[in-house]
């Protein structure tokens, strides 16, 4: 099963919904509610990051037997260090962006904390992709 | 411990959300970083912030927190209470800073 959720550039308000919809859909198919708040911590972050930082993307989510695969693709401006993008507390979120308490530099840890898998990959002025798997345990 | 019994120990304003006044509360957790909120807070916790905007209800319905309570006579703004509504997030406030609502909260959960 394949979900595509668009997320606009600097809409703050709309951040989060892809999260709430896909966490909605990972409950109608009886996901272990442990594992969908792992998912969802890592939606929410990729999907933030891309209202935050980026010129807008989207969010590929797909469900197969055995495990969930999120891959979020942003149309850039790209991130020129990914290792230092990856420390916590790195980041270069505006002042605006700060004041709503975005900006600690977490937002990527967390992910790491809650994915199986985590890659990136990004190109400067052309964008950033993330590839997010979550293992799904056999049911029963 | 539910909701609805710390609003009135501690003398709380029900901003919205009031379909979750019966949640039961786990722990609490303060902090105005949204990602650490997201990366650490725990389900049924309540959460204290002087954040008032949106994402605030957003994560903690994503996070399944009990409710949030605002600091310092903080208010919602305008554009939440339907989301808090709709997702029974109660949204309250409080008078007081931080610290003195965190002990306070802290002493009641743990006594
Ligand atoms: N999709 C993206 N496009 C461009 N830059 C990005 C993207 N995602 C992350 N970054 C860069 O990586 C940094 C670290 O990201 P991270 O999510 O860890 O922290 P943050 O978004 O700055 O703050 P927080 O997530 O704690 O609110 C960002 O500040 C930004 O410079
Ligand atoms: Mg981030």
Known sequence: ?140 | MQVQDIIKILNLEVFGGSGGLNREISGGYTSDLLSDVMGHAECGNIWITLQTHKNVIAIASLKELAAVILIKGNIPDADILEHAENEGIPVLGSKEEAFELTGKLFNLLTR
């Open chain 1, 1 to 140: 099963m394949r979900f595509e959720y668009n997320i606009e550039a600097g809409n703050f308000s709309k951040a989060g919904d892809a999260s709430s919809s896909f966490k909605k859909i990972l409950k109608q198919l009886n996901v272990d509610p442990q594992i969908i708040k792992r998912i969802v911590v890592s939606l929410y972050e990729g999907e933030v990051n891309i209202v935050a930082h980026a010129n807008g993307g989207k969010a590929i989510c797909e469900v197969d037997t055995n495990l969930v695969r999120i891959h979020l693709v942003d149309v850039g401006p790209g991130i020129p260090d990914i290792n230092k993008a990856m420390q916590a507390g790195y980041s270069t979120a505006s002042a605006r962006v700060r004041e709503m308490g975005f900006g600690a530099g977490m937002g990527l840890q967390n992910i790491k904390n809650n994915a199986d898998i985590l890659n990136i990959q990004s190109e400067v002025g052309v964008g950033t992709e993330l590839e997010i798997i979550v293992n799904l345990p056999k049911a029963g």
